[in-house]
């Protein structure tokens, strides 16, 4: 492997927001998650669960509660507004007013033609959903309390209302609210606190399952407004319910950090009365969980602790295999650090400000960002001379000099370049590829002291969908785009067209790179495939071929996070390096690749051995565990590598408070 | 046997004629001058002494109370003394020309990150909302009976918990979350 000078990086004070909405499209498997700054993220739950989209958040969005309209998405929150997204150009399509003050709630009927919104002032207030936008129809009867949770029943005539201190069963053609249930308060020092009823389900028997602020389950029974059964099942609240598409088996998640399973079986084996049984109890967080979704294999969760945890139930997976195995996905699929090679500058992403750092110098220089819309992407180029970044409105190029104390706005952009998802400099610092609307990257040239639009690259294909991965060679040669139509393009920069498009696979691409010298380019995905296609034969190339035929080992197959980097050694040139959040790995393509049963993690091994016997055992995969969490891991022209950390204990050291739960001898 | 006295724990709301039948009674009382000693009745005593307990505990808790309630206005007072102090600064920025004539000359030194609300007269009442509803989301969450504790402590269980027992996470280096430590230990 070789020795490396390590810059080692832990001053990137990334901190990830609290998970405060979920909903999950059961016909395209895909989760949409809403954060407390606003942010929305896409993950894919049939590709490895990889975080296929991120639309940046907004100082005051403050979304309450997302919910699916076929493909569709809509959001509401404390603003008021209700907002559809445009999942292909990543940003909102439109917002609505609802005049009814903040907005809890959002749900859509199962025929897919209404959208009513729980409001702040009382009203619960029906859209019809349009093709292009949505109308507000009317207001079901205006009720006293506010009401802070929805759901339809799923005939789409009738809607259960969660408010404070009751839940109202409303008509949904004559708007009129028929039945009134009463939730009982807490206990002690509760009882004069209202009890505010944080979910509620209807289900298709009519029944209705509440949870609220006092940490009660209620079952009641819908058509007559009674109560058939209360499960106390925290001392704090059940802040979230989620129930599966067959309506067996229903989950509620505390402030306690508990995801609680009730599942509709009968009491005694064979009988057939069946009712709502409490049985398992996941802790899979250390704060409230405020969002919950059941898939038809996993329940889903997140909430302040702000890790998403996907929990497979063991009675719909097999157990012991990587498809039951329990997922968190902490930190964000893609980079958030940019590393000027020549310059010996990082760039730190954070979602309203960017933090550019000099590295051996303990002082940052910091750009700071006094707008509403957060940062999509941003970059810098190896010189150090330039520095781009984006929002979903605006786009800004700055100048760096003097050893970059001066930064200078760049202000005479070319028309085109609005905003982008993805950005890159070439390697000469001489052009800017701004990743625009359906898989088109804008080129820019940049003279000083401004730029000129040169081109727009696009692809045959015709996807809609937006490029997340720009590459462009050391040679200035060719630039490479993934989209998440898990397309890769290799466009020609001498002549600004497209040379080829690697053979589509099934997987999202997490992280590609182009070599230096061999022209070939390095593609990983999602299910952790590698794959080298070479540009000039247009063809993958021996080496790819072999470790396809072989397969990768298994315990490379089974991480749970993407590699989201892939750079190259200048001074070896069959060393890629990759790193994803647990571990960086040196293939070296001289060596023989590991076998099924090779030991896999052997770097520890190797060392205690002699010299003549490491060359026996050694194969290509060389992992180094020693840093974590990776945010990034690149090489500098100096041959020295940079690891950018951010242990996860720093996160959690600074989230809010968790609930003080009182345990034997402490 | 003693008669029962009213005397002094007569209470003020008592109707003018009683008052007349007290007043009288008294009187009759003063002069004689040498007989025995009032004697009070148990009852009355027991009820007497818890009285005045419980006056003093309710004296004791409203003046917490009262305290209390002058800590929370004088800390409100102090944030949005704070917010109208770093308001201004946000609204020049906005502008677009201001703007750009500050970046152009942006000096080294890595600056404070504000995080402020976005405001603009229009939508003062609809934020005004939006913030009491966060406010309401807060005091459940986070208010008076929520029960909670601080993120260092719960690490600090773990630890103490935990197999491999090793040192705190939070040894206060940052002052500014100097406060969710309970220990304030500068190192």
Known sequence: ?666 | MAKKQRGKSASSSKTADIKQQTDHFSLMLESSDDEAPEEVTFEDSKAEALRSMKQALDTARREKEQLKEKRRKRQELFQEQKKRKLLPADVLEEIDSKEEKEEERQTGTCPEVCKLPFSTPERESASFQQQAAEDFLQSRMYGPGSCRTTSNELLSLQNKTGRNKSAAVQFCFNPEHCELCPNNTRT
């Open chain 1, 1 to 666: 492997m070789g020795e490396f000078k390590v810059h080692r990086v832990r001053f990137f004070d990334y901190m990830p927001t609290a998970i405060r909405a979920m909903a999950f499209n059961s016909r395209t498997e895909r989760l949409a998650l809403a954060r407390a700054d606003g942010a929305l993220e896409i993950f894919n739950f049939a590709d490895n669960y990889f975080q296929e989209k991120v639309i940046p958040g907004q100082d005051g969005r403050a979304v309450e509660a997302l919910c699916w309209v076929g493909q569709r998405l809509f959001s509401a929150g404390l603003n008021g507004e209700i907002t559809e997204y445009d999942l292909e150009n990543l940003r909102p399509r439109y917002t609505v007013e609802a005049y009814g003050g903040p907005i809890w709630t959002i749900s859509s009927n199962s025929q897919g033609t209404l959208l009513a919104v729980g409001c702040e002032d009382g009203t619960v207030k029906m859209f019809e959903i349009l093709e292009e936008r949505i109308q507000f129809q009317r207001n079901l009867d205006r009720q006293k309390g506010r009401i802070i949770s929805l759901s339809w029943h799923p005939s789409g005539t009738l809607i259960a209302a969660g408010m404070m201190d009751m839940i109202r069963i409303f008509d949904a053609e004559t708007g009129r609210a028929t039945h009134r249930l009463l939730v009982e308060r807490g206990v002690g020092a509760s009882k004069s606190k209202e009890v505010v009823v944080w979910s509620i389900v209807f289900l298709s028997d009519h029944t209705i399952v509440s949870g609220d602020s006092a940490g009660k389950v209620q079952i009641w029974d819908g058509v007559t407004g009674t109560l058939v059964r209360t499960q106390l099942v925290t001392k704090w609240d059940v802040l979230a319910l989620s129930v599966s598409n067959d309506e067996s088996s229903l989950v509620a998640g505390t402030s306690e950090g508990t995801v609680v399973q009730f599942q509709f079986i009968s009491s005694t084996v064979g009988q057939q009365d069946k009712e709502w049984v409490r049985t398992r109890t996941f802790k899979n967080h250390s704060h409230d969980v405020r969002a919950l979704a059941h898939t038809e294999t996993a329940v889903v969760s997140g909430g302040m602790d702000t890790q998403l945890v996907v929990r497979p139930l063991l009675d719909k997976v097999e157990k012991n295999t990587q498809e039951s195995a329990l997922r968190k996905m902490t930190l964000p699929h893609r980079s958030l650090v940019c590393c000027a090679k020549k310059a010996g500058l990082l760039l730190f992403q954070f979602p309203d400000h960017l933090e550019l750092w000099r590295l051996g110098e303990s002082d940052g220089h910091g750009e700071v960002l006094k707008q509403k819309d957060h940062i999509c992407c941003s970059a810098l180029s190896p010189c150090g001379g330039w520095l781009a970044y984006s929002t979903v409105t605006s786009f800004r190029l700055y100048r760096l000099q003097n050893n970059n104390i001066s930064i200078t706005k760049v202000s005479k952009l070319p028309k085109d370049l609005r905003s982008a998802h993805q950005l890159c400099f070439s390697p000469d610092s001489s052009k800017l590829f701004a990743s625009s609307s359906h898989s088109s990257v804008i080129v820019v040239a940049l003279n000083q002291p401004e730029c000129k639009y040169l081109h727009t690259l696009k692809p045959k294909s015709g996807s809609r969908q937006p490029v997340h991965l720009l590459f462009a060679s050391e040679d200035g040669k060719w630039l490479a785009t993934a989209n998440t139509d898990c397309e890769i393009h290799v466009y020609n920069l001498d002549k600004l067209k497209l040379h080829c498009t690697v053979p589509v696979y099934s997987s999202c691409p997490t992280a590609i790179a182009i070599h230096p010298t061999t022209s070939n380019l390095v593609a990983v995905h999602a299910d952790q495939q590698i794959f080298e296609f070479s540009l000039v034969q247009k063809e993958y190339t021996e080496w790819s071929r072999k470790l396809q035929k072989q397969g990768l080992h298994s315990l490379w197959l089974e991480r749970d996070t993407p590699i989201t980097h892939v750079a190259f050694n200048p001074q070896n040139p069959a060393h890629i390096i990759l790193h994803d959040t647990f571990m960086f790995c040196i293939i070296d393509q001289s060596l023989p690749l590991p076998e099924a049963k090779t030991p896999f993690y052997n770097q520890m091994t190797l060392r205690s051995l002699p010299e003549p016997q490491r060359i026996i055992h050694s194969h290509a995969f060389k992992i180094c565990k020693n840093f974590q969490h990776l945010m990034c891991v690149s090489l500098l022209e100096d041959h020295s590598l940079v690891v950018v950390e951010r242990p996860l204990l720093n996160i959690m050291s600074q989230l809010p408070a968790p609930v003080r739960q009182k345990k034997f001898a402490t």
